[in-house]
């Protein structure tokens, strides 16, 4: 197998998962389709009755991978930031513990990488202390869950969205522990490492576009957002896709002018970035048409996840970029996102405000969500609203729990395609080339992904 793998959802490679798995049975001697088990089943689970020190074995699907709890070590592998600047790769550092009832220990298979990953520890920022541990999304294996944690077991495959505060769940380690709302499971088809790119960009595109744009949510099956689990009482075929996506209903309540709601475009700047093709898809999805900024290179990519229109940056002038952007939606920009930089951004208020913009929508506020933070110095056009993203709501606001279990449904749906990803083997010790390969910029919309093991 070599170093990097690129593929996309019509070609996952998945040999080695399924050896491992085997093996494992093997040497267990443990049935295909069956796996042992502590016997600490959920209370929730047992319709009451009292189950305490009663072994049992429960069935579990092909691709769970059951992992008793006695064989949790106390030291792990981690990739610790030692000081400012300064990795370093640690054989003993302690596996993180529980501290209270609604939290999750997770197994590492797959970590994504990010911006922010590298930039963190370049320019020294969300280091609260050293040593510290980065990384901001995994996918991997329940090891332990706190009692009140009852939509997972361990053994199930999960992937999350962590926070920099917590130290525990820095995700470049063997073992994060993090708040049982934030741990979704993986679509049945989806490998470690194709979850492992759910956490940062998924899940930012998502919010973005649901909470800060106001964009329509599909209609999703009733979830318990304080616990994590789905409604027992909601009727599982009752999916609500078909009249949510219907362009009537998704007007309703978005105080949308009868002149304007024939068409409403969505500006993406930077749509062929991973973020920027899950945007574009949700904004599809809901009945909005995508205009998408990029490079020729991926113009191609951008239209295949979607858009209406790409403008091509190549070489040009930002004059002739928000031209065109003018020209082709007509002034029917109703929000727009920015997933570049703050030079961007300035060219995005300014494709939101020309005069046809004006002439069409009057005085309703265009909704703008730059990723990135703007200078106070910009001046923000009187008829755009900056909406600014803060992804750390998913972990402090139980309530978000909700966004990831949506995009979880529209997955199992079919109806969101994954970015081509590029697969690091090499487990932590790869982390540091990684980002490198991220510092270094412009993957052509790849998502870089490392298996931990």
Same mark, same amino acid.
């Given at each position: ?36 088990? /502590? ?9 009451? %009755? ?33 000081? &400012? ?5 640690? /054989? ?37 202390? =050293?040593?510290? !541990? ?23 495959? @999960? ?6 505060? +917590? ?24 490998? *470690? ?34 616990? #994590? ?29 009868? %002149? ?13 970035? @991973?973020?920027?093709? *899950? ?18 290179? &991926? ?15 190549? $070489?040009? %002038? ?10 082709? &939606?007509?002034?029917? !920009? ?26 069409? =929508? #009057?005085?309703?506020?265009?909704? *703008? ?6 200078? /106070?110095? /910009? ?14 709501? *998913? @972990?402090? $606001? ?30 932590? +010790? ?14 052509? #919309? ?8």
């Amino acid at each position: 197998m070599s170093a990097i793998q690129q593929h996309d959802r019509s070609g996952v490679h998945r040999p080695r998962l399924k050896r491992v798995r085997a093996h494992f049975r093997r040497a267990m001697g443990i049935p295909k389709r069956w796996a042992s088990y /502590d016997g600490r089943v959920p209370s929730d689970s047992m319709n009451g %009755e009292s189950k305490q020190g009663i072994e049992s074995i429960v069935a579990v699907s092909e691709l769970t991978c059951p992992t008793p709890l006695d064989s949790t070590p106390s030291v792990q592998r981690a990739l610790v930031v030692a000081q &400012t600047g300064v990795y370093e790769l640690r /054989d003993t550092h302690a596996v993180p513990e529980l501290e209270n009832d609604t939290e999750v220990l997770i197994q590492a298979r797959a970590v994504g990488l990010n911006p922010i990953d590298w930039k963190s520890v370049a320019y020294n920022f969300c280091l609260p202390s =050293f040593p510290w !541990i980065t990384g901001r999304e995994m996918a991997g294996v329940v090891e332990r869950v706190g009692s009140q944690v009852s939509h997972v077991k361990p053994g199930d495959r @999960v992937w999350t969205s962590t926070y920099y505060r +917590d130290v525990r769940a820095g995700c470049f380690q063997e073992y994060i522990v993090v708040p049982r709302h934030t741990v979704l499971p993986i679509p049945a088809d989806l490998s *470690f490492e194709e979850a492992a790119c759910l956490g940062v960009a998924a899940l930012t595109a998502s919010m973005a576009l649901w909470k800060w744009l106001s964009v329509p949510m599909p209609k999703v099956k009733a979830w318990n957002r304080g616990s #994590g689990r789905q409604n027992p009482q909601h009727s599982s075929g009752d999916s609500g896709y078909q009249s949510s996506l219907s362009r009537s209903s998704l007007l309703d309540g978005t105080q949308v002018p009868e %002149e304007a709601a024939q068409e409403e475009w969505i500006l993406i700047w930077g749509g062929s970035t @991973v973020t920027g093709q *899950f945007a574009t898809q949700i904004a599809r999805l809901a009945g909005l048409k995508p205009i998408t900024v990029c490079s020729s290179r &991926t113009a191609k990519l951008s239209e295949e996840r979607g858009a209406e229109h790409v403008v091509i940056r190549d $070489d040009r %002038e930002p004059s002739a970029l928000v031209e065109e952007i003018s020209r082709v &939606t007509k002034g029917r !920009i109703t929000r727009a996102l920015d997933l570049v930089g703050p030079s961007t951004a300035r060219l995005c208020l300014h494709a939101c405000s020309t005069p046809s913009q004006r002439e069409t =929508f #009057g005085d309703r506020k265009i909704l *703008f969500a730059p990723l990135a933070m703007m200078k /106070d110095t /910009d001046e923000v056009p009187d008829n755009v609203t900056v909406e600014v993203v803060e992804m750390k709501h *998913f @972990v402090l $606001d139980s309530e978000s729990a909700l966004y990831g279990q949506t995009l979880n449904d529209l997955i199992e749906n079919k109806m969101l395609q994954l970015p081509p990803l590029e697969i690091l083997d090499g487990g932590l +010790d790869a982390v540091e080339a990684g980002l490198e390969m991220v510092r270094q910029g412009d993957r052509g #919309g790849r998502k870089v992904v490392i298996t931990v093991q």
